[in-house]
């Protein structure tokens, strides 16, 4: 029988242990904190992919021509809360921090909830709630790979994280199903409270998580893992502006922002013309999410640790890049509403599938601070930089110069171009820095 954490075990001949073993390769110790973490993402993931199609709504709410002011307020949000998380992680230990930081945003949603309810005009709230999930996403999605980089170490994380990520896909079918099937019977705002559950529930797997590393995981220590990581509150801009590498994966992740805002504004466009009510374009996009998840999770389970093994990391770096270069090109050629769903469609399977796990595979050579300082900072602020400064593009390009989409296509192409050599040298530089004593920092790469 596998140890278990707390009152958790696992037998190892177990059906499910069995169909595990199956889809990755898993030691027998590891096999509770991987179902811990597979867990957690379902349960977080099905409570934003809720709130996303209804997020996309209200923006169309709002009106497609404030999109980029949107981008722009989250990005300001995101400035505010940089300095809260520094302090959080730098005063507080693990095991206190990250569970608040998810209770924090079930309140919140309890919060918009009543709002919605007991206000009869909606177009603000449409916006802060807009603002809001964007902040939310990147925050409790960064908090769990930057805890994901921590418990497991770069081989594990080659080895396991696709099936982790598969958690995400999984929890990227239930959210999306429960929103088209409910948001017409239910009404959309009721959904909220669906996805407050969803989130609170991810706290317990959460906890199993953090307990496995404090005993079993490689090389952990209950006392240091679980010790504040001190520093200042402004700590992660330094390490970013320190460190080639890091800052590397800060391009990276404001050029893959570019191409996803490019693609997601010419698509809001189009929905704001096809579809006429709130409640329709909450079931397309909950539509549309359910077959996005659907091919991420075959990728994730059957594809990609098999990817993994045959190309390798820095192969699975730059595959999405090349796939949007070939993609934006097909959209610039053929610029219909079909082509432009598709290539969307592409581009986030591709993402959830792997370009995340393979992007978080990179922190795991990074210092405990950086993975949960740097990369919390990459991936909110600097990510919601990229799309406010790309929607601000989109507008001049669309607006101020007149481009069709055929032309936003041939940009699309030529920064996902640059977007491929980047991440070609990020692998690279991943490989040099893996191969480095364990005493020298990533920064030093």
């Not at 921590?150 to 990520?165: C, K, L, N, S, Y």
């Amino acid at each position: 029988m596998a140890r278990g954490i707390g009152q958790w075990t696992l037998k190892s001949d177990s059906r499910l242990a069995t169909l595990v073993h199956r889809l990755v390769v898993v030691e027998p110790q590891e096999l509770p904190a991987l179902l811990a973490a597979f867990a957690t993402l379902f349960c977080m993931f099905s409570s934003y992919t809720i709130l996303r199609p209804i997020r996309d709504t209200m923006g169309i709410t709002s009106g497609v021509e404030k999109l980029p002011y949107l981008f722009w307020a989250t990005f300001a949000a995101m400035l505010a809360l940089q300095p809260v998380y520094g302090w959080l992680t730098s005063r507080l230990r693990r095991p206190v921090f990250l569970p608040w930081v998810y209770a924090f945003f079930t309140v919140n949603l309890l919060c918009f909830y009543l709002w919605f309810n007991l206000q009869q005009d909606h177009t603000w709230i449409a916006r802060t709630y807009y603002v809001w999930v964007s902040v939310f996403n990147f925050f409790i999605v960064a908090v769990f790979w930057s805890l994901m980089a921590d418990v497991f170490t770069r081989e594990q994380a080659g080895r396991m994280f696709g099936f982790i990520a598969a958690g995400a896909s999984t929890g990227g079918l239930v959210g999306p199903l429960i929103a088209g099937r409910l948001a017409l019977p239910l009404g959309t705002i009721n959904l909220l409270l669906i996805s407050a559950t969803l989130l609170a529930s991810s706290l317990f797997f959460m906890r199993r998580v953090i307990n496995w590393h404090r005993h079993f995981g490689a090389g952990a220590r209950g006392s240091e893992v679980d010790s504040p990581l001190g520093g200042s509150i402004l700590g992660a801009f330094h390490q970013v502006i320190r460190s080639r590498y890091l800052l590397g994966i800060a391009l990276f992740v404001i050029l893959l922002s570019w191409v996803t805002t490019f693609l997601y504004l010419e698509q809001q466009a189009y929905v704001a013309k096809v579809f006429a009510t709130r409640d329709e374009r909450t079931r397309f996009f909950s539509n549309v999410d359910f077959w996005v998840q659907t091919c991420s999770l075959v990728t994730q389970l059957f594809i990609f640790g098999r990817l993994f093994k045959w190309i390798g990391h820095r192969a699975m770096l730059v595959s999405v890049p090349l796939l949007m270069t070939a993609g934006y090109a097909v959209f610039a050629l053929l610029p219909t509403f079909a082509v432009l769903v598709g290539v969307l469609a592409v581009r986030r399977v591709g993402e959830y599938a792997i370009t995340r796990p393979s992007r978080d595979s990179l922190y795991t050579v990074c210092t405990r601070e950086e993975k949960y300082k740097a990369k919390s900072l990459i991936d909110t602020f600097i990510y919601r930089g990229g799309d406010a400064t790309s929607g601000s593009v989109y507008q001049l390009l669309t607006g101020g110069l007149g481009l069709g989409a055929s032309g936003i296509g041939w940009v699309g192409a030529f920064i996902s171009a640059l977007w491929m050599w980047l991440a070609l040298s990020l692998g690279k530089s991943h490989e040099r820095a893996a191969q480095q004593p364990a005493s020298l920092k990533v920064s030093g790469a």
